[in-house]
């Protein structure tokens, strides 16, 4: 599908978020793309985010970057728990910020359950996979994607997930993000976001059918919330105000996560609220997409519910970034009335390394792309539909990589 963009005018403002500046409300979502082989990122990495942010984003989001081995869901998917790996991450933000105004945050996160302890990664880690409880994530089918990199991931006997270790010491786990988030600062980015969606550990926290803990982190809406406002707080206290970000599916789906109506939406609120209390530099909301949630036993697991509407009100001191397969006229819509200061894409981005400087200019773009490539790949060409898709409106003769070869 090809598209043609009208002039824009919100897109093309700048914006203060936190601390920072932006030069535009365009932003790029985090996507895992598995192309990171032993966990560290390197030189294909680099010039993935280099690319875009010449494309003209005004706020880059890394892909999420695990704060331990047993926090993996899929192999090549890039670690920050490690000198070294703060060594690899500083070469890309290094180069990303040598392309003037470049907002680059790194998100990081924990995969809980959706891992498998018969995956290569975990047997690599020697540990079983982690979780608030010793509740296995059922496999159900998502609609309208096809990941094939999960394929050998998600392939345990009883045709899902293996059944997780619960938690024993959360503190040590708030460490973790912790520690990430320092090795984040010290790698140079400009923030870090706290992948608190799409069925991962804090999502699991989250929800009453992952989360049957006794504790202090399981029973009641305020113990649910306990993990994710300790490790948001622990991020704060090592980048202080207005350089933190978190990222919610509140509509859930994903990983086998989703409550009863009233509860989920419960939930969301009191999580929102207290959020809103911190010096956040944004709260990302993903609003509910069908493609996007699972159908086990033939229902849908999430909350198909106006995610926008429902939460958007709740949020009076961090800016509020938007996603979830937003058109762009719907997304200057969404900035003329308020509801969003900044709209993160994702897909766009894929087939468009220049998305941000089409739009200004009205240009066309390529929204095809192939499922297969984007988190797999060819062994012998990791640069398939990574690095490969042409630029129209950067002069390559002042820039520092080469055009890409098409």
Known sequence: MDCLFSAVEMLNQ???????????????SAMSRNRSPSSYPGNLNQEYYYQRALGGCGFLTSEGALVCPQGTPMPNAPQLDSREHMLAWKKIVDKVHTVPGSIFFCQIWHAGRLTNEHAKMQKKAGTSPQAPSAIRAR?????????????????????GYSVPEAIKDVHAVVEQHRRSAQWAKEAGFDGVELHAANGYLVSQFLCATANQR??????SVENRT??????????????GPGRVGIKLSPGGGLGDVGMAREEQIAQYEYLITELDKRPL?????????????????????GINHPVWATYRHLIKNAKVFLNGNI??????????????????????WITNPDFANKVFS?????????????????????????TDYPFTTVDYEHAEIERPKL
């Open 139 to 159: 496999n159900g089918f998502k609609h309208g994607a096809k990941f094939t990199v999960f394929e050998d991931v998600v392939s345990s006997k009883e045709g």
């Open 214 to 219: 006794t504790d202090l982190y399981g029973g």
């Open 362 to 386: 009205g240009m066309e773009c390529i929204f095809n792309y192939d499922f297969v490539t984007f988190s797999s790949y060819p062994p012998d060409r990791p640069e398939k539909g990574y």
């Open 281 to 301: 530099a944004y709260i990302l909301l993903v609003r509910y997409l069908r493609f996007m949630d699972m159908e086990i036993d033939g229902q849908m697991r």
């Open 14 to 28: 700048p914006v203060q978020v936190g601390q920072l500046k932006l030069k535009n409300r365009i932003g790029m």
């Open 226 to 239: 306990r993990f994710p406002l300790e490790v948001i707080d622990s991020m704060i206290d090592i980048w």
């Open 327 to 348: 058109s762009v006229p719907e997304a200057e819509e969404l900035l003329k009335d308020g509801t969003g200061d900044v709209i993160v894409f994702g897909r766009p």
